[in-house]
DNA sequence: CTTATAATTAACTTATCGGTTAATTAATCA
DNA sequence: TGATTAATTAACCGATAAGTTAATTATAAG
């Protein structure tokens, strides 16, 4: 896999992946725990593969606590999706909404004037 | 593939795919308008695959004019996205930017008496 | 009617993805 | 020490993704 933004996406487009975001979205989990709701349908070394894949693809972090491997998602990544895709707002917005465009613009002023909500740039 | 976000992530999981959308964010192109920047690296069969690829995730449209083949952007594919991808706002804002989510609630409330931004829901 | 242009389809190749089973590593527990 | 639990690695398999070249369709233009 070529660029970091294609091989997140990649990581996205598999339900069982996305299924382990939800989980994570709730606290962390181990391996194990990520596994539980999927090994009626694969094996442990297919869960463990999926969750390599979110973690190359930067989504989550690993870490060690005995045989247990905690996992939690990373949010950086996900902004990254996100900054992407608001590239193209207008074209979901079209039409509708000049007032959302509006706030939206007041509400930009008003964060750039503080923080920059944890970005380098 | 299975569901359609899958699809959509699939789809967006490739350079050229994502480069394709950001030359119809500039307008209406033609397939050998998309092609013209990759015909270096490839051929224009793989173009076509590509294109069919964005239109089968319903990215883009396609429609016919004499021989030509006029593409543009789906918005509201790219809204699935962003919808999907909110659900993980507190993420990657983790303990930054407290204002920002007390100014987006207030947005919220204030887009809900108006329109709902052209979603069926 | 013939030729050129735009785009697609067909057939094929190669690499990668998502899964399997069996074996292995590493830590805990009795 | 030996057994159990958590997780990974290795080796393999079938399906599909992404590219190729060659052939085909469809419209426009001389």
Chains 1, 2 share one sequence.
């Not at 598999?14 to 962390?28: F, N, S, V, W, Y």
């Not at 725990?33 to 972090?61: C, R, Y």
């Not at 690993?62 to 996900?78: F, T, V």
Request: with cysteine.
């Amino acid at each position: 896999m070529q660029d970091h933004l294609s091989q997140t996406f990649a990581a996205l487009a598999d339900p069982t992946r996305r299924a382990m975001l939800a989980r994570l979205a709730r606290g962390e989990a181990n391996v194990s725990d990520l596994a539980k709701p999927f090994l009626k349908d694969m094996s442990l070394p297919a869960v463990t593969k999926h969750v390599q894949v979110l973690e190359k693809a930067g989504l989550i972090t690993k870490s060690r606590n005995a045989q247990y491997r905690p996992c939690k998602i990373n949010g950086e990544s996900l902004r990254d999706v996100v900054d992407w895709v608001e590239q193209y707002r207008t074209f979901w917005e079209e039409s509708f909404d000049r007032l959302d465009a509006y706030l939206k613009t007041v509400v930009e002023k008003k964060k750039s004037k503080g923080t920059n909500h944890g970005r380098k740039k």
